[in-house]
């Protein structure tokens, strides 16, 4: 599969490429002087101080934009393909709680089920259908709503019900979305594997390994416990056949998504709330699948790091991980670590999350590291991350669920500081933002150069999870992408200024 991507990527790059990215008679033929021309047009939409958002609206859509590896699947399609998908199911929606009822499902006393063309007819319904099934309007409204951090993390409780019934169809949709926005992978959380733990332990056996897990003080002493949980779990033939029924759902969706202008790769992971014998489960299953298939390139733990579980149990899972990079060294880490802001937790927890992240888990990408000025190695842990590791810059979802913005925002700690960032969208669909509108959030707020706008796009393929090769291939690509856009732009802006 890999060397066959490979091939098909060189193939497109050596045949047909010249005729694409021959200067017209009335552009300059340098692409050196295409280079200059478009970074002076883009520091042109800084003229006056104000930065001109249309244009750079304009800019960033068109500019090819490498991968997005922040990416989560449910949360990526729009509400409004969740109702297609519950209409096609012939579900209902119960009008007191806006949620899906599937068929044979029923609904609370005094509440009524109506199609999803019942709710489009009612305009108020299904507005605010779409404020709890999205971050849409949150702002524009004076009702009483919850945090914003929790009405970010309840939409996925809405339209979970639907998010895995059309898979195929919910990844050929992003694919045609990234082809429109010039995007050229994408590496997308999909799914847990989705082996529930309490079936290969009893009641009493599964409890008394939690609490061994969470009375552990050190690496060995969890390591020892874990041991005990992997024998059980790779010794039954039914943990097995799940690990192999997720990979053949992953490839079976994955048919037709691959081709000369795009790629996509897939994460797995652990959700930090649940029980510690559900979360090395998830883990376990996760490498395992990883291991088995060139297409699960990763293995992240999700869900909100403020939680009160994913706080007490932060080290542990830690541990967890490096324990299974002892077991499986090849399979790649990357974590959700420092989603966190000054007033949301205690000041305790803000001081080592990204630092365990890296020391522990050895993470090779780190989502979001928002609390990186409190935490208490700070210093030594920029040095680390420049060297070793990349950040994942979630702006808008950093706004949104955090507060953190404008100067507030670590972005101009890591920027200075040189550690290798990729911009990335997190949940566009709850967000309702594409990359295009995360590059124009940077540009308007920090003014990076164009020269390090780029950077950050080869970065995307850079810190990847694909393969040397693919990557090599990925970044061909982009070259030429860019000379094609850098040859639009100066032909633009010699129009503009006519």
């Given at each position: 599969m890999k060397k066959q991507l490979s091939v098909i990527l060189l193939a497109v790059l050596l045949s047909g490429c010249a005729s694409l990215i021959a200067p017209h008679a009335d552009i300059l033929p340098n692409g050196a002087d295409n280079l200059s021309i478009t970074s002076k047009f883009y520091e042109s939409m800084f003229d006056g101080g104000n930065p001109n958002v249309a244009k750079l609206n304009l800019f960033f859509t068109k500019m090819p934009k490498g991968g997005d590896l922040h990416h989560h699947y449910s949360g990526t399609i729009y509400a409004e393909t969740y109702l297609d998908w519950v209409a096609k199911k012939d579900w209902r929606i119960d009008t007191c709680t806006l949620r899906i009822v599937a068929a044979g499902e029923r609904t609370g006393e005094g509440c009524d089920l109506i199609t999803v063309q019942q709710l489009l007819a009612d305009d108020t319904l299904y507005r605010?259908?779409?404020?709890?099934?999205?971050?849409?309007?949150?702002?524009?409204?004076?009702?009483?709503?919850?945090?914003?951090?929790?009405?970010?993390?309840?939409?996925?409780?809405?339209?979970?019900?639907?998010?895995?019934?059309?898979?195929?169809?919910g990844l050929n949709i992003l694919k045609e979305r990234a082809l429109k926005e010039n995007v050229l992978y994408i590496e997308t959380m999909l799914s847990r594997v989705g082996v529930r733990g309490a079936d290969y332990f009893d009641g009493d056996t599964a409890k008394t390994l939690s609490q061994l897990l969470r009375k552990a003080q050190s690496q060995e002493e969890t390591d020892t416990v874990l041991d005990r949980i992997t024998s059980a779990l790779v010794g039954d033939k039914r943990f097995i056949s799940s690990v192999n029924e997720f990979i053949a759902m992953v490839e079976n969706n994955h048919c037709g998504i691959d081709d000369n202008d795009f790629v996509m790769r897939y994460q797995t992971y652990a959700v930090r709330v649940l029980d510690p014998i559900q979360v090395f489960t998830d883990l376990l299953a996760g490498y395992l699948a990883a291991e088995k298939s060139p297409l699960i390139v990763g293995v992240n733990i999700v869900a909100p790091e403020n939680n009160g579980v994913a706080l007490a149990d932060y080290t542990l899972h830690m541990r967890m991980y490096r324990y299974l990079l002892g077991k499986y060294p090849h399979v790649n880490r990357a974590l959700h670590a420092g989603e966190l802001a000054l007033g949301m937790v205690r000041p305790k927890d803000l001081t080592f999350h990204i630092q365990q992240a890296r020391d522990i888990a050895q993470a090779q990408r780190i989502g979001h590291g928002i609390d990186l000025p409190y935490e208490q190695h700070c210093l030594e842990l920029l040095k680390d991350l420049k060297d070793n590791a990349a950040v994942e810059i979630n702006l808008t979802s950093n706004e949104f669920?955090?507060?953190?913005?404008?100067?507030?925002?670590?972005?101009?700690?890591?920027?200075?500081?040189?550690?290798?960032?990729?911009?990335?969208?997190?949940?566009?669909?709850?967000?309702?933002?594409?990359?295009?509108?995360e590059y124009v959030l940077l540009a308007s707020r920090y003014h990076p150069s164009y020269a390090r706008i780029k950077k950050y796009v080869y970065n995307s393929i850079q810190y990847s999870f694909l393969e040397p090769a693919d990557k090599a291939s990925l970044k061909n690509l982009l070259d030429k992408r860019f000379v094609i856009f850098e040859r639009e732009m100066t032909n633009l802006y010699g129009n503009l200024r006519k």
């Open positions: 605010k259908l779409l404020t709890l099934w999205s971050d849409k309007d949150y702002q524009n409204h004076s009702h009483d709503q919850p945090p914003p951090d929790s009405n970010f993390f309840n939409t996925f409780g809405y339209f979970g019900a639907v998010s895995d019934e059309y898979t195929d169809v669920i955090l507060g953190v913005e404008g100067n507030e925002h670590p972005y101009l700690i890591y920027s200075s500081y040189g550690v290798p960032l990729v911009i990335a969208t997190d949940d566009s669909g709850v967000s309702r933002n594409n990359l295009a509108n």
